[in-house]
């Protein structure tokens, strides 16, 4: 069982940036995929960035390609995204996840309740 602790989110007006941590418990961390989706007001749960356990690999929605950084510390049970170059339609309640290596909700078992990031124009 892994339980999923989302921070980090807020404010912010387009062009800025938030960093978003997602905090795990259990001692399994490594052993999952980690990824992060967004789900906007009556729309669908969608995929943003996905990380590998080890860090090696990376995948990326086409949306958020070279605004947004995924990345993970195995040591604190951590995984971050730093969202540079915000824009409106960034705004959503971001959710991370552990699960396998995915761009779909399926690859996930585990999720948090989701940070709710704003961003004005």
């Known amino acids: 069982q892994v339980q999923l602790v989302e921070s980090g989110g807020g404010s912010v007006q387009a062009g800025g940036s938030l960093r978003l941590s997602c905090a795990a418990s259990g001692r399994t961390f490594s052993r999952y995929a980690m990824g992060w989706f967004r789900q906007a007001t009556g729309k669908e749960r969608d995929f943003v960035a996905v990380?590998?356990?080890?860090?090696?690999?990376?995948y990326y929605a086409d949306s958020v390609k070279g605004r947004f950084t995924i990345s993970r510390d195995n040591a604190k049970n951590t995984v971050y995204l730093q969202m540079n170059s915000l824009k409106p339609e960034d705004a959503a309640v971001y959710y991370c996840?552990?699960?396998?290596?995915?761009?779909?909700?399926?690859?996930?078992?585990?999720w948090g309740q989701g940070t709710q990031v704003t961003v004005s124009s």
């Open positions: 996840a552990a699960g396998a290596y995915g761009s779909t909700t399926r690859n996930y078992d585990y």
């Open positions: 990380i590998s356990r080890d860090s090696r690999y990376t």
